[in-house]
């Protein structure tokens, strides 16, 4: 499949061009994404502020419910534009946490527990000493040598 260039897009959007879409193949259709173009747009160099609020208010409300309607979110992506070009450098999404076994056991050890109380007892117990706490909560060997892989 391909796809518009993202300048092109972008110099799209930044000059309002709201009947782009309709310029598209079948094939760019399909390799359209209105979250990347959204992502984008959002990072503007010389207007970052009018960008951020306008994706935000315009495009963001409701995408969910409009992700059926590609062109109705390019229209909205158009109102958000400056009428200028600008360059929209890409800003990567952050990264997902990988989740820590011990931390996740001591959660449901714990239920009752703060999020600060959970870390400290990881900070002050020893290994032996924490085995020892999921041990007398009923945990079998394998159970806990799960949590410490």
């Known amino acids: 499949m391909s796809a518009k260039p993202i300048n092109q ?9 709201k009947h782009f879409y309709s310029t598209f193949t079948e094939d760019e259709k399909k ?5 990347l173009i959204m992502r984008h747009a ?4 010389k207007q970052p502020e009018h960008y951020i609020l ?5 495009v963001n409300v409701d995408f969910s419910a409009l ?14 534009g400056s009428g200028t070009k600008e360059y929209h450098p890409w800003i ?3 990264k997902k946490k990988k989740k820590n076994k011990l931390h996740e056991a001591l959660i ?6 703060k999020e600060d109380e959970l870390v400290l007892m990881q900070q002050i117990y020893s290994q032996t000493e924490i085995i020892e706490m999921f041990m007398n909560a009923g945990y079998q060997d394998k159970e806990v040598l799960e949590i410490f892989e």
């Open 31 to 35: 390799a359209y994404s209105t979250w």
């Open 92 to 94: 990567a999404p952050g």
């Open 9 to 17: 897009m972008m110099e799209a959007v930044d000059t309002r061009n």
């Open 42 to 45: 959002s990072s503007a160099s």
């Open 108 to 113: 449901e050890l714990f239920p009752h527990a």
């Open 54 to 58: 306008m994706v935000n208010e315009f």
């Open 67 to 80: 992700r059926l309607h590609p062109e109705l979110q390019w229209m909205l992506l158009a109102l958000c």
